[in-house]
């Protein structure tokens, strides 16, 4: 089938792919629910009762538009982060900031650099505005700080992407080396610091807050510990002339009123997410020893999911996975090698990770055949 002709030619250029198909799309295919949905980092201990309860009262007011502003929410994640509202944009989950980021920064043909391996979302969106992507690889299966660094550098990189933790590995930079890579970044770029899993990272993961600091803008999401993926909120921090910026393009009234009530309410429920974090803790020690038990290697994780080495290259992982997927165990894996010979499991329920120990030794067995 052919394109549309009206298409530009970017956009004829581009093809009809999205960075990830859905555990739903998946479900449809095969014909039968997941057993475990253990596959899109999502935090199967849901939101926090309190942030249900807003959201429901919320939802009788959903024929009125959400505020363009998000001005309660956004005046109380800088009162949360010790910051100012004007230094604190909401946004479409991550996802949807990384896109308004790209349009605000990235010209046509202007270079940006990110990991080979990395979120493939945001080189979606750098495709999309006609960028021009350059990869470093992982070290150590983590990504490396000073080749991005050096990359940039090297290309007169506009944005540079690294998060931390990261996703897919896990793996995860001290507070120091971050900031030392901040100070490192070249005149003219930007590093976007995407920190979606950073509630589930060590003390000392995350260096203290800048706003004003030109060289840096920080991602964060009510998707993970607040378990809140559904409801698309995220938020960036950084200097006000950038925040300010966002205004010029972003979908004034695309936060709707249910999601900030439900982030509003999650953030002040401290309780919750010390619940949620202890129970991602312990389902992220049930992954490693089930991974163990079958003479995998579990990779240290930061994150809420582990990702497991399972000893081959990137063929036999897939065939793990497809073996899983074809037992009802929805899980994903890197896309670029060596990190494609993990598969990645995210923290789910006792009853979730009952089901992948139980499917695991088969799937093992027939991928090995």
Same mark, same amino acid.
């Given at each position: ?22 555990? #739903?799309?998946? #479900?449809?295919?095969?014909?039968? $629910? ?38 309660? *929410? ?20 991550? +996802? ?13 043909? #202007? ?50 992407? *690294? ?19 901040? $100070? ?13 899993? /950073?509630? =589930? ?49 972003? +979908?004034? =009234? ?30 992220? +020690?049930? /992954? ?19 990702? /497991? ?13 497809? #073996? ?46």
């Amino acid at each position: 089938m052919t394109d549309d002709p009206r298409l530009t030619p970017l956009a004829a250029s581009l093809p009809a792919t999205v960075p990830f198909v859905g555990p #739903e799309t998946q #479900e449809r295919a095969r014909g039968a $629910a997941f057993v475990a949905r253990l596959g899109a980092n999502e935090s199967v201990f849901g939101p926090s009762p309190k942030a249900i309860a807003a959201m429901q009262a919320a939802a009788a007011d959903v024929w009125k538009y959400g505020d363009p502003e998000s001005h309660d *929410l956004r005046h109380a994640l800088a009162a949360h982060l010790g910051v100012t509202a004007g230094n604190v944009m909401v946004g479409g989950g991550i +996802d949807g900031l990384l896109g308004l980021l790209v349009r605000l920064i990235v010209g046509p043909g #202007e270079a940006v650099v990110t990991s080979a391996g990395a979120y493939p979302t945001f080189n979606y969106h750098v495709a999309g505005f006609g960028g021009v992507l350059h990869t470093v690889p992982y070290c150590d299966d983590a990504e490396d700080p000073a080749a991005l660094i050096a990359k940039a550098a090297e290309v007169g990189a506009r944005l540079i992407y *690294l998060a931390n933790p990261d996703n897919p590995m896990g793996s995860w930079h001290g507070a120091e080396r971050i900031a030392a890579t901040i $100070a490192a970044v070249p005149p003219g770029a930007l590093l976007i610091l995407d920190e979606a899993y /950073i509630e =589930f990272a060590p003390e000392g993961t995350a260096p203290p807050l800048d706003p004003e600091n030109p060289r840096v803008i920080r991602l964060r999401t009510f998707s993970k510990a607040h378990g809140m993926a559904g409801a698309r909120v995220g938020y960036a921090i950084g200097p006000a002339n950038l925040i300010r910026a966002f205004d010029k393009v972003r +979908d004034h =009234f695309g936060m709707n009123r249910i999601s900030q009530a439900g982030a509003l309410a999650a953030l002040a429920d401290g309780d919750w997410l010390a619940h949620v974090q202890a129970q991602v803790a312990a389902a992220r +020690d049930r /992954i490693a020893a089930i991974a163990r038990a079958n003479g995998l290697s579990p990779l240290p994780s930061a994150t809420n999911f582990v990702t /497991i080495d399972c000893g081959r290259d990137g063929a036999f992982a897939k065939a793990v996975l497809e #073996e899983l997927i074809a037992r009802g165990i929805f899980v994903r894996m890197p896309f670029v090698a060596p990190q494609n010979r993990c598969i990645r499991v995210s923290c789910g329920t006792p009853a979730d990770l009952d089901a992948f120990a139980a499917a695991l030794p088969a799937a093992l067995a027939a991928a090995r055949a």
